[in-house]
């Protein structure tokens, strides 16, 4: 498996794949931690200041999709790179949620939210769960 990669605006962009399962979870942990060596230390990152990571195209996270994350997430921080989450879809932001990883990873909606780091929409935490509005 390679996940697409590029740069903009001095952030690698990881495409992931839009299911991540007990089948092919190692397979990815892997690539990332490659990635990890390879791009993202020190000596390597070549001004690279942030990973984002694109999971927009998953209907849903599995377990095995958020320890991949959060080993990736640990892996980048050793590289003193910090990782930022695309996921605009319900059931992966309240997965995210649920395990608490949206309180250590940014979640955004777009890609360019978080290029720029715009935080005002990345927890998702005012956003109605059931898609109603409350008031």
Known sequence: M??????????????????????????????LRDMCRTLLSPVSRDGLSAVVVDW???????MAGVAVLDDFRQQASECGVPVRVVASRRWPR??????GLDGVLPVHDTVEQALVGDDTASRGRDRPETGRTTS
């Open 2 to 31: 390679t996940l697409q990669t590029s740069v903009r605006r001095g952030c690698l962009i990881v495409e992931m794949p839009a299911e991540v399962d007990i089948g092919n979870a190692e397979p990815l942990r892997q690539e």
């Open 56 to 62: 927009a195209a998953a209907p849903f996270l599995t």
């Open 94 to 99: 309240a997965v995210l949620r649920i395990v």
